[in-house]
């Protein structure tokens, strides 16, 4: 076994799982490197967005370290601050043109300009730039998840598609996303998703057993820990289907999905993927969405530790979002108009989505790559299109976790808005670099950000 390499998997009917990081093999190796067998964990870049931005008082940190100080807004991250990067004053200078959340949304990855009357032109986003770079290295280039299905209306001249995507894979093509969890999870070890109701551990358990003899004690608890993680993934999406839980369009069991008629891009079911694409689990959405939103933070989780991908962008909502907020007790308002008032509701919403990132970092930071953890391996930066749900995008929140496998310094707040240099591309200029990604310029810059 000690040939194994990160392009080995265990495999089963119609399934295929990557390994996680093994101390006793060399489970990582880089194949277009001299050295196929080196044993250094990857890099992974995680993208979180909430759209409608946040608490105009509340969205703030000062200071360094333990001694950090975070507004009301950051809070859930109050166990971080030794790994957080809080950066201040940053914007896309195209975004102010058109003052609406459409042309805030559509170039926010990009930095540029954006096309209106209805036409769809925006710029390759730079979690996409290092897709095609160095996408081919894993099963799936590049997961993009939702917990808001697109809206393909037009708003004040301005495509609501920009609204709805911030990962772009061309400047006229939106990533497709995947709003459904149970085909996010298929994408990730499902070879032939065809294969019917057959739990995905099932299939690969007589690999996974041939495995374990072959490695050491601790890494036998790992991979016991791994597995684990995948099962109870796939039945919290199988529970929740039992329960009447989920929502959406999907062919009835035991039939021929081909002899249904297709729902058209209105419908529930999801744009950019294939409704037909697999019978188990079934492909609804969890009516909660706190229960959503944990569950696409689990599968970016699963997605990363089974080195499935590392590059993983998580729309939580869409800019200009009517999601509601019962699981808080908030049902009264949908959340553009809630953006639109500093009230103790809106707050208690900004809290919960800076939540699913403390979610997955806390759960990045419990699984162990050699002296680092995979949270230290990671970038994961949330963002919005505007400060404030009053579209003031003259500087955009940004904070971003994990140590970018001992590249970034963390504990640190940075202030741009007086620098000369406040550009929103340069901080991407400036990580892409650290994915090997090195280029002369993107979108508007043609320089890093100082001090990342």
């Not at 459904?180 to 996974?208: E, H, M, N, T, W």
């Not at 869409?318 to 808080?328: A, G, M, T």
């Not at 009053?390 to 007086?418: F, K, W």
Request: charged share 20%; with cysteine; glycine share 8%.
């Amino acid at each position: 076994m000690t040939h194994l390499t990160r392009r080995t998997m265990l495999r089963g009917l119609g399934v295929s799982m990557a390994l996680p990081w093994f101390e006793s093999l060399s489970a990582w190796g880089d194949e277009t490197a001299s050295t196929v067998d080196s044993n250094e964990p990857p890099l992974r870049l995680g993208v979180l967005f909430s759209g409608n931005g946040y608490h105009r008082d509340e969205w703030w940190a000062k200071g360094t370290g333990t001694d950090m100080e975070l507004g009301k807004v950051l809070e859930p991250l109050s166990d971080f601050r030794e790994r957080l990067l809080f950066i201040r004053g940053l914007y896309n200078e195209e975004a102010l043109k058109g003052n609406i959340h459409s042309s805030q949304t559509g170039n926010l990855l990009s930095g540029a300009p954006i096309a209106s009357g209805g036409e769809i032109r925006s710029g390759t986003s730079f979690d996409q730039v290092i897709a095609q770079h160095i996408g081919h290295r894993t099963k799936v280039p590049s997961l993009v998840l939702g917990c808001e299905k697109a809206n393909p209306s037009v708003h004040k001249n301005y495509s609501m598609l920009y609204s709805s995507h911030i990962s772009w894979s061309s400047p006229t093509t939106p990533t497709p996303l995947e709003v459904y969890p149970a085909l996010a999870f298929d994408r990730l070890f499902k070879d032939d998703v065809s294969q019917g109701d057959k739990s995905v551990l099932d299939a690969i358990l007589a690999d996974a057993s041939d495995l374990r003899r072959s490695i050491g004690k601790t890494d036998q608890q790992k991979l016991d820990e791994y597995l684990n993680s995948v099962r109870e993934v796939e039945q919290r999406i199988e529970r929740a289907d039992k329960r009447g839980e989920l929502q959406g369009w999907r062919p009835e069991k035991g039939s021929d999905p081909f002899q249904q008629k297709k729902p058209t891009l209105t419908s529930a079911a999801p744009q950019g993927s294939d409704p037909f694409s697999g019978l188990r689990p079934p492909d609804g959405i969890p009516q909660n969405i706190g229960e959503h939103m944990q569950l696409m933070s689990d599968i970016l989780v699963l997605a990363f530790q089974t080195d499935a991908t590392r590059i993983c962008t998580l729309k939580l909502n869409n800019d200009h979002s009517s999601l509601r907020f019962s699981n808080l007790g908030i049902d009264y308002m949908i959340h553009h108009l809630l953006s639109h008032q500093e009230s103790t509701d809106w707050l208690t919403v900004n809290q919960f989505f800076v939540q699913q990132l403390a979610y997955i970092a806390g759960k990045l930071d419990a699984i162990q790559e050699g002296e680092r953890t995979a949270l230290d391996n990671s970038v994961l930066m949330l963002c919005s299109s505007m400060l404030t749900g009053s579209h003031n995008a003259n500087q955009l929140p940004v904070v971003i976790l994990g140590g970018a496998g001992g590249q970034l310094q963390t504990g640190r707040t940075l202030d741009y808005l007086e620098a000369p240099n406040r550009k929103m591309c340069s901080l991407y200029l400036s990580l892409m670099d650290k994915f090997g990604v090195s280029l002369d310029s993107f979108g508007d810059s043609t320089e890093r950000l100082a001090e990342v």
